[in-house]
C-alpha cells in the first residue's frame, strides 16, 4: 500500500472519530436538557445516604444552581450511556474480523447494564456505609455543604459505573491482541495495588470497611475480566490454523 493510501486511511479513521465523538457529544446535550426536569427528583434520591436535605448547608450564592446542573449532568451521562458506549464500541469494531462485529449486538447491553449495576451497587451497598462513617468521625457535628456532598457523590458513581465497565473493555482489548490473560494473571499484584489507589482516590476515607466495599467488586471484576479475555482468544488460534491450510492462489 502506498504512503498515500496509508494516509487517507489514517484520515477517514480521524473523521470517523471525529463523527462519533459528535454524536456522542449531541446525545449527552440532549439527554442532559431532558433530565433537567428530573433534577429535583433525583435530588431527593442523592441525599437519602445523608438523612434528607436538613443535613445539608448552602454556603455560596451560586452553590445550589451548580449543583442542579451537576446533577443533571449526571442524569444526562447516564441516560446516554447506551449511545456512548455504542459509538466507543462501533468505533473499535471494525478493527474484528467481519464475523465478530456481532459483538455490538452484545456488548452494547452487556455494557449499559454493567455500567447501571456500578451506579447501583455504589447508591445502595457503598454510599449507606461510607457517609455516615466519614460525616460521624470524630463525634463532631458535621453538616456538609451542598456542593461538597453532591461533588463527593456524583464523582463516586460515575467512577464506579465507569470502573464496572472493565470487562468490557479487556475483552475488547484482547480480541484486538493488545493483552492476553496470562498477562492480566501474571500482573494480578499490580492490579491489586492500582485498585487500592483507585479506591482511595474515589472514596477519600481510610475506613477500611469502606474500602473494602471498594476494592473488592473492582477486584471481582479484574478476575471476571481475565476469564473474558481466555474466552476472546480461545477461538483464534483455530480460525487462524483452519486459514493457514487454505491453498494460496498463485
Known amino acids: 500500500m502506498s504512503p498515500s493510501a496509508n494516509e487517507l486511511t489514517f484520515l477517514g479513521h480521524l473523521e470517523e472519530l471525529r463523527r462519533r465523538l459528535l454524536v456522542a457529544v449531541g446525545a449527552l446535550v440532549l439527554t442532559t436538557l431532558t433530565s433537567l426536569a428530573l433534577t429535583p427528583w433525583l435530588v431527593e434520591i442523592l441525599v437519602k445516604p445523608i438523612g434528607g436535605t436538613q443535613n445539608l448547608q448552602a454556603i ?3 452553590e445550589n444552581i451548580a449543583v442542579y446542573m451537576k446533577v443533571s449532568l449526571l442524569g444526562g ?8 458506549l455504542y459509538q466507543i464500541l462501533a468505533f473499535l469494531t471494525p478493527a474484528l474480523e467481519k464475523g465478530e462485529k456481532k ?7 452487556a455494557a449499559t447494564l454493567l455500567f447501571l449495576g456500578g451506579v447501583a451497587f455504589t447508591y445502595f ?16 457535628t ?8 453532591f461533588g463527593f457523590v456524583t464523582n463516586v458513581l460515575f467512577w464506579m459505573g465507569l470502573g464496572f465497565e472493565t470487562p468490557i473493555v479487556v475483552f475488547l482489548m484482547a480480541r484486538l491482541g493488545i493483552i492476553t490473560p496470562k498477562m492480566l494473571v501474571k500482573n494480578w499484584r499490580i492490579a491489586t495495588v492500582v485498585v487500592a489507589i483507585l479506591a482511595g482516590l474515589i472514596t477519600p476515607t481510610v475506613d477500611p470497611v469502606n474500602m473494602a466495599l471498594l476494592m473488592a467488586p473492582l477486584l471481582v471484576l479484574y478476575w471476571i475480566s481475565v476469564l473474558l479475555a481466555y474466552l476472546a482468544l480461545r477461538r483464534k488460534p483455530a480460525r487462524q490454523s483452519g486459514e493457514s491450510k487454505k491453498p494460496s492462489s498463485s
Open 60 to 62: 455560596q450564592v451560586t
Open 103 to 109: 459483538i455490538l449486538l452484545v456488548g452494547i447491553p
Open 77 to 84: 451521562v447516564i441516560l446516554a450511556s447506551p449511545i456512548i
Open 125 to 140: 451497598v457503598m454510599l449507606p456505609a461510607a457517609v455516615p462513617v466519614m460525616v460521624g468521625a470524630l463525634n463532631i
Open 142 to 149: 458535621n453538616t456538609p455543604s451542598v456542593s461538597n456532598y
